[in-house]
């Protein structure tokens, strides 16, 4: 798995304490029940999260394992 973003979140004692609640009932830690809200949330608004990375652009690598090389130098 790629390593996680870390960051700071500051949100009212109010809106923690019912997240918090949430969690303990869906058995997640609030860390969780907060991204697993935030990717519904993103769906919905029809900005789904990509899952790994975006494919590379330009020309594919020489593949040196076979011995290809590029053809016009």
Given at each position: ?73
């Amino acid at each position: 798995m790629a390593e996680r973003k870390k960051f700071l979140l500051r949100v009212d004692p109010d809106v923690f304490d019912a997240v918090q609640r949430w969690a303990d009932d869906d058995l997640r830690s609030v860390n969780a029940q907060i991204e697993f809200l935030l990717r519904r949330a993103l769906g919905e608004a029809g900005r789904p999260v990509r899952e790994g990375r975006p494919p590379r652009r330009g020309r594919p690598p020489r593949n040196l394992d076979t011995g290809e090389e590029r053809q016009n130098r």
